[in-house]
Every structure is written in structure tokens, then in C-alpha cells.
């Protein structure tokens, strides 16, 4: 089963900048998968952040457009999501998560709604993103 791992959570002042990444193990093609971030705060629901799609399209959500970019390096098999302008209640753990391309299409070809499906193929163990104002 291919594996991802995030990194590059920490705690930052509102107003500053963290780029996470996710790692997928050899032999996971980013290609054949769309790929996304999801973020749950202690008490809400697990929240989608931002997706990218096998032929490079990107979605996000509207709490974070304008903030935050996702992109992926296909040769190097690494996801990352650029955060500016970080906000307290961008507080959460993030998670990276992939929905193989033929199911994403089971569900409209969203990864956001595969997610709120539980449709989701695979998932790290998150890094934790900490906003102090």
C-alpha cells in the first residue's frame, strides 16, 4: 500500500508563512491520483483545504483562497501547500490525502467530495500547524 508523510508544521505568528510538505513512498504516482489537504481543528469537523487533480487542476477552499497554494512535484512524488498570511483559525492538524483518479470520478471528480464521503485511499499522520495572534 503506498504510504504518504507530511512535514513542515510548526507554530508562527498570524501574518506569517509555512509551506507543508507530503512525501509519497516509491511507486506512488501522483499522476494516477488526486491529491489534496484536509485540516481538523479540536471540536469541528474535518475540513478540506485544498486539492489538486491528476492533469494539475487546483481547488480550494473559500476560507483559504488567495492564501494558500497547492502544488506537486510529479518526478519527486511531493504535495505542498504554501500557507501565507496564516490566520489563529487556520490552527489544525493538516493532513495530505489521496483518491485514486477512478474513484475521484465515482464522486463527481472532486477530491472535496470524495472526502466528505470518506472516500479517501490514503492518509499521513498529519503535521500540526499552531497561528498565535
Known amino acids: 500500500q503506498v504510504q504518504v508523510v507530511e512535514s513542515g508544521g510548526g507554530s508562527v505568528q498570524a501574518g506569517g508563512s509555512l509551506t507543508l510538505s507530503c512525501a509519497a513512498s516509491?511507486?506512488?504516482?501522483?499522476?494516477?491520483?488526486?491529491m489534496g489537504w484536509f485540516r481538523q481543528a479540536p471540536g469541528k469537523e474535518r475540513e478540506g483545504v485544498a486539492s489538486?487533480?491528476?492533469?494539475?487542476?487546483?481547488s480550494y477552499a473559500e476560507s483559504v483562497k488567495g492564501r494558500f497554494t497547492i502544488s506537486k512535484d510529479n518526478a519527486k512524488n511531493i504535495l505542498y501547500l504554501q500557507m501565507n498570511s496564516l490566520k489563529p483559525e487556520d490552527t489544525a492538524m493538516y493532513y495530505c490525502a489521496a483518491v485514486l483518479t477512478v474513484r475521484a470520478q465515482l464522486y463527481g471528480g472532486s477530491w472535496f467530495t470524495a472526502l466528505r464521503k470518506n472516500a479517501l485511499d490514503a492518509w499521513g499522520q498529519g503535521t500540526l500547524v499552531t497561528v498565535s495572534s
Open positions: 489538486i487533480d491528476s492533469d494539475g487542476s487546483t
Open positions: 516509491s511507486g506512488y504516482t501522483f499522476s494516477t491520483y488526486y
